[in-house]
C-alpha cells in the first residue's frame, strides 16, 4: 500500500500492511511488445519495440474460466486466450500468468523497501514528488515516461530505453499501465484483522464488482 506516501492516497484509504512471497516467480524485464504479441497469437508479423496496448483483461486470461480468479483452480486460462496461446508455445509446460497485485509491486519496488535506483526512493536520495499534470519530476524522468516527458502531443516510446530498476525491470513506472491478476479492492479483500498481520502469497479479493487492478501509470499520467 501506499497510504500517505505524500499526502494522499491513491485509493481511498489504501492501508499499508505487511506481505510475504513464499513462491519463486519470473517476471519480463520488458513490457510485452507489440512483436511479442503478434508472434504469441500468430497476428500480422509486427517488429515494433512499443508496448502492446488495448488488451483487456479478458482477452489476456479468457472471459470464461480466466474471469474466475481467484478461485479453486486459480491459474486455469481460457485456451483461445492470449495466455493460453503463450503457454501452448511452451507445451503447457510453464507456468505463465499474469502477476498478483503483491507479486506486481514487489518486483516494482526493487528492494521492497521502496528503493528504485542507487539510494533512497531515487538516485539523489529524494522522495517523488505529487506533481500533477505535465509538470517534471527530474527523478521520474530517469526510468519512466509520463506527461511530464512523453512528448507533445504524450506518446508511447519503446520499451527499455530509460534506466532499469535494482532488479534490472524496465518500464515498471509510466509508459503503459499494466493488468495484475487480483480483483480492485480498497483493502485487497482483507479483514482489519488481517491487515495488520503478515498475508502469506495474497491473491486478492474474490469480489470483482471493481473490475481489475492495473498499476504502473502511463505516459500521459502525472508524475
Not at 9 to 22: D, I, K
Not at 62 to 71: K, L, M, R, V
Not at 88 to 106: K, S, Y
Amino acid at each position: 500500500g501506499s497510504t500517505n506516501e505524500y499526502g494522499t492516497a491513491y485509493r481511498t484509504g489504501e492501508p499499508l500492511h505487511s506481505v510475504q512471497e513464499t513462491k519463486i516467480f519470473y517476471i519480463s524485464i520488458f513490457t510485452t511488445t507489440e512483436a511479442q504479441y503478434s508472434r504469441i497469437i500468430g497476428d500480422t508479423p509486427s517488429s515494433s519495440c512499443l508496448p502492446k496496448t488495448g488488451v483487456g483483461y479478458d482477452a489476456l486470461r479468457g472471459a470464461n474460466q480466466g474471469a474466475t480468479w481467484p478461485s479453486d483452480t486459480d491459474h486455469i486460462v481460457d485456451h483461445d486466450s492470449v495466455i493460453g496461446h503463450f503457454r501452448g508455445r511452451f507445451d503447457n509446460v510453464l507456468h505463465i500468468d499474469l502477476p498478483t497485485e503483491a507479486q506486481w509491486e514487489m518486483a516494482c519496488r526493487a528492494k521492497g523497501d521502496g528503493t528504485f535506483l542507487e539510494s533512497g526512493f531515487w538516485s539523489d536520495g529524494s522522495a517523488h514528488s505529487p506533481y500533477s499534470g505535465k509538470a517534471k519530476d527530474h527523478n521520474l524522468d530517469q526510468l519512466g515516461w509520463y506527461a511530464g516527458n512523453s512528448g507533445t502531443p504524450n506518446a508511447l516510446h519503446e520499451v527499455g530505453l530509460l534506466k532499469p530498476s535494482l532488479m534490472g525491470l524496465y518500464d515498471t513506472h509510466g509508459n503503459v499501465w499494466e493488468w495484475t491478476l487480483d480483483n480492485f479492492n480498497n483493502t485487497y479483500g482483507l479483514s482489519k484483522a488481517q491487515l495488520n498481520t503478515t498475508t502469506v502469497d495474497p491473491v486478492g479479493s474474490r469480489n470483482g464488482n471493481n473490475g481489475r487492478t492495473r498499476r504502473a501509470g502511463a505516459y500521459g499520467s502525472s508524475a
